[in-house]
């Protein structure tokens, strides 16, 4: 029990005298011990660390669960360590609704099989998206935290003690100075000077070996950042991998979609393409503007029927104007025999026939021939 108290009076001690000597250097009449220049650059680099790798980490779970309080609800489960319950992504609870609604329609119908279609694609895309947000969890947010979480309170653990250690210093310094300047008025030896100097090695010491220990973990910043580009550059890759099928499946669908349309919708509606379908949504801002093909005037008289037999590309002949060269942008697998497989970057040539869809255009390569999408080409002059 005496010992107990002993600790806890010297324990009291302590931190007064650490008070004091901090008090006294904010309002300056203590000196303070400076770190060296070296050392400073180490500490306002981690601190930069800690504060944009916060920030990163908190507008990453924005982009990847944007409701508020999903995010909450995760972070509770969390820190209860339990599993987070599976959450249905917005794209499968759309498939859902459209699939239900095709039902209620009439599977059958136009606009129900149309909803099952897109509803398919919906699926596929939430899909993507839970793996997407699975894969960027594990590989960039996890390292993340692990860093703020374990790293982060290590340095500042140290970095504590080190401050602790700087002021015991300054204040066996403060002591010694105070008892030198008694000896000398006194002109005799003075006990204290001899304990003050004791301390103020023992101190010395101890801030040199706390300084060590703190630099270390400081120079392992660098290591952190080497870790985190590693990890930026899974994460980047993975977002990628991700739009990149989302992309897919959309062309798949509007694909699709398309030989459906002369079903769906009238002749008239049929002769005109859809505003989003002009070019690829993923790269519609990079694409070159697309030369005009002049199209073969449509005969007058001419049945719609009779026309869409015209385009059968195996029967059909160029015209005798009207082609042009086009680059393949990219690969593209023809559905039936009626269309042509393309390869990216090959030069193939283009026309279009009467009564064709404006999406759509007959491409040569040497003796094959078939139908091919205007937006997996860019047109040459």
């Known amino acids: 029990m005496d010992f107990n108290v002993k600790k806890l009076a010297s324990d009291a001690g302590v931190f007064f005298s650490r008070a004091m000597q901090f ?3 904010k309002l300056g009449q203590a000196e303070k011990t400076e770190l060296d220049a070296h050392f400073e650059n180490l500490l306002a680099r981690a601190d930069c660390t800690k504060n944009w790798t916060e920030k990163i980490l908190r507008q990453t779970e924005v982009l990847l669960q944007p409701n508020p309080s999903a995010r909450v609800e995760e972070f509770l489960y969390e820190k209860l360590d339990r599993k987070v319950p599976s959450r249905v992504t917005n794209g499968e609870l759309l498939a859902q609704y459209m699939t239900e609604a095709a039902n209620d329609f009439g599977p059958g119908t136009p606009y129900g099989k149309t909803l099952i279609k897109v509803g398919e694609t919906q699926r596929r895309l939430g899909a993507a998206e839970r793996d997407f947000i ?3 969890s594990i590989n960039f947010l996890t390292p993340l935290r692990n860093f703020l979480e374990g790293d982060w309170r290590t340095i500042s653990k140290e970095r504590r003690i080190l401050q602790n250690r700087r002021l015991d210093l300054d204040a066996c310094k403060a002591r010694l100075k105070k008892a030198k300047a008694a000896e000398a008025k006194a002109a005799l030896w003075s006990d204290e000077v001899e304990k003050a100097e004791h301390e103020l090695r023992l101190t010395q010491t101890e801030f040199d070996r706390q300084a060590e220990v703190t630099r270390l973990l400081l120079e392992g910043i660098s290591s952190t950042h080497v870790n985190h580009l590693r990890c930026l550059h899974e994460f980047v890759e993975s977002q990628t991998n991700y739009y990149a099928q989302c992309y897919q499946y959309m062309l798949d669908l509007q694909k699709q979609l398309g030989r459906f349309s002369g079903t769906f919708v009238g002749n008239a509606e049929s002769t005109s393409p859809p505003p989003a379908a002009a070019s690829p949504p993923a790269v519609a801002a990079t694409l070159p503007a697309v030369p005009t093909i002049p199209v073969v005037p449509t005969i007058v008289g001419v049945p719609n029927s009779v026309a869409e037999s015209v385009l059968n590309p195996n029967e059909v002949k160029p015209p005798a104007s009207g082609t042009r060269k086009a680059r393949v942008l990219y690969d593209y697998e023809a559905a039936d025999s009626t269309e042509l497989a393309l390869l990216a970057d090959e030069m ?10 404006p999406d759509w255009l007959i491409g040569e ?3 094959q021939k078939g139908k091919v999408p205007v937006t997996y080409l860019e047109l040459l002059s």
Do not use: C, Q
């Open 134 to 136: 699975h894969s960027a």
């Open 348 to 357: 193939i040539t283009v026309y279009s026939l009467p009564g064709m869809d």
């Open 23 to 25: 008090t006294e250097e």
């Open 365 to 367: 390569r040497g003796n």
